[in-house]
């Protein structure tokens, strides 16, 4: 079983930047993609950014935060950063840890708020 732990949520003004944290603990296979989903009131779940681990570091974004987000991982202690910056309103959303490795799982949710 592995759990995943979020922070750094918060209300931030436009503009303005957050750094969203993720722990991973429990059994975690060594080859796995760890990423940031967020879901807006109304709205599907979507991708923002993942990064793999292994010998070639992978990291996809999704094209409305290229350029703002950039994601990063410390394999040691099996965490994954999201540093959010130029933060819009439309950044606003419950943002969700997941890693995919034998399994998928999820965090609980961290809600980032961005006021105009």
């Known amino acids: 079983q592995v759990q995943l732990v979020e922070s750094g949520g918060g209300l931030v003004q436009a503009g303005g930047s957050l750094r969203l944290s993720c722990a991973a603990s429990?059994?975690?296979?060594?080859?796995?993609?760890m990423g940031w989903y967020r879901q807006a009131p109304g709205k599907q779940r979507e991708l923002v950014a993942s990064i793999t681990t292994g010998s070639i570091t992978i990291r996809n974004y999704a094209d409305f935060v290229k350029g703002r987000f950039t994601i990063s991982r410390d394999n040691a202690k099996n965490t994954v950063y999201l540093q959010m910056n130029s933060l819009e309103p439309e950044d606003t959303a419950v943002y969700y840890c997941n890693l995919m490795g034998l399994h998928v799982y999820w965090g609980q949710g961290t809600q980032v708020t961005v006021s105009s």
């Open positions: 429990g059994s975690i296979f060594r080859l796995n993609t």
